[in-house]
């Protein structure tokens, strides 16, 4: 007993120390590691827990595939952290003391005697619950494995619906669209007034000051 | 083999709308745009496939499938009709709105159809388990839907705040239930409430999720103090995804809280009773007096909404199977007039207006003397005016309260009545009294006319003949919880 005990403090305190670590880093990136470091420590106490399974589960997919998109996403966004911690000592009071509050009632409900349940007994060595859980979800639970298949589709679908649109700076042209353009889609003819000559007739100027405008002008173009 | 057999035939109605939605994305594809009504029509027939397999599926008696999973029986059916029902009036109403608008698309209707599987599974849900994979496919298609107008900003805000606020609902609910699977050890409904029976005990934990499920329960109704998210996401959203929110989701969130709390939870009658008052009491005086001060007419009825939903918990509160018979009248009227007066909003709409503001409605009643009588109709309805149906849905549903023994908040829900029905009765004000801001021609497909006139007239006619409604929502009621 005292080896695996060993094993769950070890893995335990890098779970924590890795969580800890995910929320109080500044850089993203590291948060994401460590972030990746909790789930493999969390696998390894399922394991302990004999629950391979799921376990293996939760290397391969969230760690192999859900963190390693995640990583993308975060180094390629510029997330401005400090931007996002702003306020974040103003509002630390009172979130503090509704997060205790909270703490203390579920503490108080959950804690110790309702959920002490009598020791499992040990399951034969050849026991596989991968068998088990698949036995189970193609039978018991196949309408709500089903249901969650459809929902993944809805995902699918709804994330295409969302984000799938035509590229501005496609060049590409639509023909049918061109030939149906009419001359009002294009050309925009208005009715105005015609525009008056200016007040000051230019012939009062003398030959001079014209060329002194004029020289003004050039120079400052040239500048 | 036999079993799954006898499953798939259970489940028709459901395997219907799946096969089909899959259909029409994928014939949408090959669908040149101006032959693109042809997935309109498809999504319809669907529908109508969809209720005849429930009609002639129904059997009077309570039908298991799937290994306990999926229950079948009088109350599901007549509320899985609703819905389809529901779903192809709105339909209809909302074909022009979405053709001018650009958002004509074969996801469009793939999505619904989507959402109402999600619905019918909810509806048919007698596992924890499954109530929540249909929520969760209802909600993800909502989301979507809100957010399908993709360059309006509003709706993109809207979308945000109900996609997240949503999934803190749905984590509340799954929390509360893994309190109750933790406590029972089991998902399924009816054996909940056998092991809560028999062990007859009270611990803490129970209530603690049975807090955590009503509070997921009443942000999914809307009902005060979880109601933040209504009126941003009605205005917000484009007017035919509101009719959709606003309207036949109500029914399935209904039916959840039927299989949760009357079926599952009964033994804790008394404690879901008082948590289902506060809220029903707040509701109520929170949605009519808010809805005063608005002058957006979507928003006003989300405000609407909230009080409607306080009307209902009376009905669930009182915990009998006359309260639930009462609700789901209340419900169903609820829904027809949902869909009359969003209905009427998409009618007054056209291409770059909409008709979203009070003004708007300014002296209809000179530009069309028939529009402006149905939304008449509905308004008084909605205000439960006699003989419209609101007034008969709120009678009855007060009336299972006093019953139950709630005096003072029956007195209270009848003053709040009181002072809602200003805000209904200023909107008949604008129609009649008022001149019209603009003059511009009303024009709606016939099929839309025919149908609004139909809805509206239906609120007035239920009123005068409510019983028929009552005696099959009573028979549901009492025939699926024994």
């Keep these: 007993m005292i080896f695996t005990d060993i094993i769950f403090y070890t893995l335990a305190t890098i779970l924590l120390f890795a969580a800890i670590r995910v929320i109080t880093t500044r850089n993203p990136v590291v948060a994401a590691l460590h972030l990746v470091l909790a789930f493999f420590t969390a696998a390894g106490i399922w394991l302990l827990l004999e629950a391979e399974f799921l376990a293996i589960a939760l290397v391969l997919v969230y760690v192999g595939a859900v963190m390693v998109l995640f990583l993308f996403v975060v180094m ?145 173009e040239t500048k | 083999m036999e079993s799954i057999q006898a499953d798939l035939i259970t489940v028709l109605p459901e395997l219907t709308v799946l096969s089909m939605a899959m259909f029409i994305l994928l014939a949408d594809l090959f669908l040149k745009p101006s032959n693109r009504v042809l997935v309109y029509v498809l999504a319809q027939m669907t529908l109508f496939v969809a209720a005849y397999f429930t009609i002639s599926t129904h059997v009077p008696t309570v039908g298991y499938a799937f290994t306990g999973m999926f229950v079948d ?168 995804i509101t009719m959709l929110i606003g309207s036949v989701p109500k029914l399935a969130a209904f039916a959840i809280a039927i299989r949760l709390l009357a079926q599952g939870l009964y033994p804790l009658t008394a404690d879901w009773q008082d948590m289902l008052l506060m809220m029903a009491v707040l509701s109520i005086a929170i949605g009519n007096l808010t809805a005063i001060a608005q002058t957006n007419l979507k928003r006003m009825l989300a405000y609407s909404t909230i009080s409607h939903v306080g009307f209902l918990l009376f009905g669930l509160m009182s915990g009998s199977l006359n309260g639930y018979a009462s609700s789901m009248f209340y419900i169903s009227a609820y829904v027809l007039m949902t869909l009359a007066g969003f209905g009427m909003i998409l009618m007054l709409s056209r291409k770059g207006f909409e008709a979203e503001n009070l003004d708007d409605l300014k002296g209809l009643n000179q530009r069309s003397p028939w529009a402006a009588f149905l939304m008449l109709i509905t308004m008084f309805s909605m205000a439960g005016v006699p003989p419209t149906i609101g007034f008969y849905a709120k009678f009855t549903v007060l009336q299972a309260a006093l019953q139950a023994g709630f005096l003072w908040a029956v007195v209270f829900a009848v003053l709040m009545a009181a002072v809602g029905a200003f805000y209904y009765l200023r909107i008949v004000k604008l129609m009649y009294f008022d001149a019209p801001q603009e003059n511009a021609m009303i024009s709606a497909p016939a099929d839309m006319k025919l149908v609004l006139s139909v809805n509206a007239i239906a609120l007035l006619a239920l009123g005068l003949m409510p019983q028929t409604l009552m005696q099959i929502c009573g028979v549901a009621i009492g025939a699926s919880l024994q």
């Design chain 1, 76 to 220: 390629m966004l510029d997330i401005n952290l400090d931007k996002l911690r702003e306020g974040f000592w103003d509002y630390l009071p009172m979130a503090g003391i509704i997060g205790l509050l909270m703490a203390v009632e579920m503490v108080m409900v959950l804690g110790g005697k309702f959920f002490i349940s009598a020791k499992m007994p040990p399951k034969p060595a050849d026991y596989s619950n991968t068998a088990e859980l698949g036995r189970v979800l193609y039978s018991d639970y196949l309408l709500p494995f089903e249901l969650a298949s459809v929902v993944l589709l809805v995902a699918i679908v709804a994330a295409i619906v969302l984000t799938l649109r035509d590229r501005k700076e496609s060049k590409s042209m639509n023909a049918a669209d061109q030939v149906l353009v009419k001359k009002a889609d294009r050309l925009r003819i208005i009715s105005m007034p015609s525009e008056q000559m200016p007040a000051e007739p230019i012939s009062t100027r003398s030959a001079e000051q014209t060329n002194e405008l004029v020289n003004k002008h050039v120079n400052k």
């Design chain 2, 73 to 240: 029986d009088p109350l599901a059916d007549v509320l899985k009709l609703m819905i389809v029902l529901g779903t192809a009036m709105m339909f209809v109403y909302t074909r022009q709105y979405m053709q001018l608008r650009g958002m004509f698309r074969g996801e469009y209707y793939a999505l619904v159809l989507f959402s109402v599987l999600g619905m019918m599974v909810m509806v048919s849900g007698q596992s924890m388990l499954t109530i929540y994979m249909g929520l969760e496919l209802l909600s993800l298609c909502l989301y979507s839907l809100v957010a399908l107008d993709r360059d309006n900003a509003k709706s993109s805000e809207a979308a945000m705040k109900y996609f997240v606020l949503g999934a803190l609902a749905s984590g509340m609910l799954l929390y509360g239930m893994s309190m109750i699977y933790g406590m029972t050890g089991s998902l399924n409904i009816a054996e909940i409430g056998n092991v809560l029976q028999e062990s007859n005990t009270k611990n803490p934990v129970l209530i603690l999720g049975l807090v955590f499920i009503v509070a997921g329960l009443a942000f999914k109704f809307g009902a005060v103090p979880f109601q933040m998210w209504v009126p941003d996401v009605y205005q917000g959203a484009p007017t035919s």
